[in-house]
């Protein structure tokens, strides 16, 4: 009779996402695999400076009014009560002349720990 505890124990054997064949060039999917783009990449352009001459890392960085856009949890964090920010990218200015991207953001603090945010995206 099989005690429950070692059936239990087998069920916890590591398997390996990627095999040793198909390391070895049998299947050679893994090794190249195929990026998927998305439908309307401008979404990942940062409308923060700041964060994205760091690398993107607006959620790691101190709240400011572009908090709506990373993470609107950090809006309760902010010292001033109101602000906003404004930010214009000509995105493929050198393909197109009118592509651009502008972006407004507002906040206005209601309490210590509420406040309400405004996002506007004109693409």
Do not use: C
Not at 2 to 22: D, N
Not at 31 to 54: E, H, K, Q, W, Y
Not at 100 to 105: G, H
């Amino acid at each position: 009779m099989q005690s429950p505890f070692l059936a239990f124990r087998v069920s916890l054997v590591p398997m390996p996402q990627i095999t040793g064949g198909q390391l070895g060039g049998i299947d050679s999917t893994y090794l190249n695999p195929r990026v998927i783009s998305p439908g309307v990449p401008f979404l990942s352009i940062t409308p923060d400076s700041r964060a994205g001459a760091m690398g993107d890392v607006g959620v790691a960085t101190s709240p400011d009014a572009n908090a709506t856009h990373w993470n609107p949890a950090k809006l309760a964090f902010l010292e001033s009560d109101i602000g906003f920010a404004l930010s214009y990218t000509p995105w493929l200015a050198n393909i197109v002349n009118d592509m651009s991207i502008s972006y407004l953001s507002g906040y206005k603090k209601i309490n210590k720990e509420q406040a309400i945010a405004y996002l506007y995206a004109l693409f």
